[in-house]
């Protein structure tokens, strides 16, 4: 649901790796719309996704496709294209398989579940700009959601920036949405920041786990302490 949050109404969106078709379900249930392209490189996943739509009363306006990632497509530039619940590693990689096929100011969503260090890197290193991120708490797990673009231009990106995300949105908390709050947060700013303070705080557990073998996230862990200092005391004020 949050993901689809930043999708525009009546967009033609491309969901890689679809699994049980969740997300162009939500789509359509919350008439954002109905022009999908499902895929997945996987039978049992797309029998799946093929049964929930079917069960939904939607077939006839998702397309599903067997693919690997974004093989063989060609893109206008206006289709959305979404790539969520796998390794940034692997993001990074069906996005370069069609990096020469893609179109200035191409919009995608990416939710990294892992190496989403390695994600982000790779985004600055080829051009593709992190507009927004937000951060999503579910059943005490964290999530980042990334809103890019692709402009070509390549960027620097700091490691701290690369572990922890750049512009993330922190007014809004999806924790508890529902069907009918689409677009609508229901948390308060407050409960919104505590989420970031939370994710924060979890990434600095992680950054300290890491860092008794690895030096550079000594620096990660010091400068998410900074981070963190510096929005409890915006919070203060
Ligand atoms: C964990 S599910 C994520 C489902 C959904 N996108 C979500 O966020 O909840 C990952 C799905 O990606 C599919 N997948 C993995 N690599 C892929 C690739 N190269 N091309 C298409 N689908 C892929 C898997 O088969 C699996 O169904």
Redesign the pocket.
């Known amino acids: 649901m949050a993901l689809i949050s930043w999708i525009k109404p009546n967009s033609f969106v491309i969901?890689?790796?679809?699994?049980?078709a969740?997300?162009p379900i939500a789509l359509i249930d919350n008439k954002i719309t109905d022009r999908i392209l499902a895929?997945?490189?996987?039978i049992k996943?797309l029998a799946r996704a093929r049964s929930n739509i079917l069960d939904a009363g939607y077939t006839g306006f998702i397309e599903l496709k067997i693919?690997?990632?974004l093989n063989g497509l060609n893109f206008s530039g206006d289709e959305i294209i979404v790539i969520?619940?796998?390794g940034g590693v692997?993001i990074s990689k069906?996005l370069d398989e069609a990096k020469s096929r893609f179109k200035p100011n191409q919009t995608f969503i990416l939710?990294p579940n892992w190496t989403w260090y390695e994600l982000r890197k790779w985004l600055a290193d080829n051009g593709f700009k992190i507009e927004q991120e937000q951060i999503i708490n579910e059943q005490n797990k964290f999530y980042s959601q990334l809103c890019v673009k692709y402009t070509g231009e390549e960027y620097a990106i700091s490691d701290t920036e690369a572990f922890c995300g750049i512009n993330i949105k922190i007014n809004t908390d999806y924790d508890s949405f529902s069907n009918s709050e689409i677009n609508k947060p229901l948390n308060t700013t407050s409960t919104a920041v505590t989420t970031y303070l939370a994710y924060l705080n979890r990434l600095k557990q992680l950054a300290e786990r890491k860092s008794q073998g690895i030096e550079l996230y000594q620096l990660i862990k010091q400068e998410i302490e900074d981070m963190i200092s510096k929005q409890i005391s915006e919070l203060k004020e």
């Open positions: 969901d890689v790796g679809t699994d049980h969740y997300l895929i997945d490189n996987n996943p693919n690997d990632g969520a619940g796998m692997l069906i939710q």
